[in-house]
């Protein structure tokens, strides 16, 4: 009996560490500095292709660098002066979930997984999240562009909206508030009222809008993420 109960023990184990296992990224490429700082160290080493990052490692590039990382079934190119924190780096069975904290800068991730493996990725900023099963957007830590799919953006105080393919919106900054897709559209369309263009306010927003810059197209500025299920 106690050598059944040891086996029973011994399968809980492995069986845990199977289906609930940490990831790490692995730096494939590395151009001019950067440094990570791992959880619990006290000071920044410098990455090099090769070098592998855990959970909660710091990753930081300098001016006129970048990097590529590997985790799981994404790609990661971390851009100039970025600075990001791997929160969330977990396979389980069938599923992986990645969560990037994105302090400043950008990212551009392609991430493929393999045919029945889902993936759960999420860039967060101090202003918004941007999380997705499965799609392709541009998020900038306040402003969003979905290339197609359907994405949850949540602020900062819980409000949440979702924008789907072909649409934007952003976070206004001043209230926490998810400005919805055709707000934005709105704001950006130049009216066609005479009166207004005749007074010089043809690409004004309409009252009680402010027009953001929100990137027109995927290869605007701003955070890149692409997601093929």
Known sequence: MK??????????????????????????????????????????????????AGKNTIVSTGLKSSAVLSLGSSRIEIRPLTMLTLEELTRQSGAEEASLYLRTGRVRAEVRPPTGTRVDFSVKSPSATASVRGTSFEFDGVRLWVNDGRVLLAGANGQRGYVNGGQRSYVDESN???????????????????????????????????APVIPDSPSSTGIIITINP
């Open 3 to 52: 050598k059944l109960l040891v086996c029973c023990f011994l399968l809980v184990i492995c069986g845990g560490s199977v289906f609930a296992q940490d990831m790490t990224a692995v730096f494939l490429e590395v151009s001019g500095t950067v440094e990570i700082k791992e959880d619990g160290a006290a000071g920044w080493k410098t990455a090099s292709p090769g070098v592998s």
């Open 176 to 210: 926490g508030r998810i400005v919805p897709p055709f707000e934005v559209e709105t704001a950006l369309l130049s009216p066609s009222i005479p009166e207004l263009t005749s007074t010089g306010q043809g690409n004004a927003a309409p009252p009680g809008i402010t």
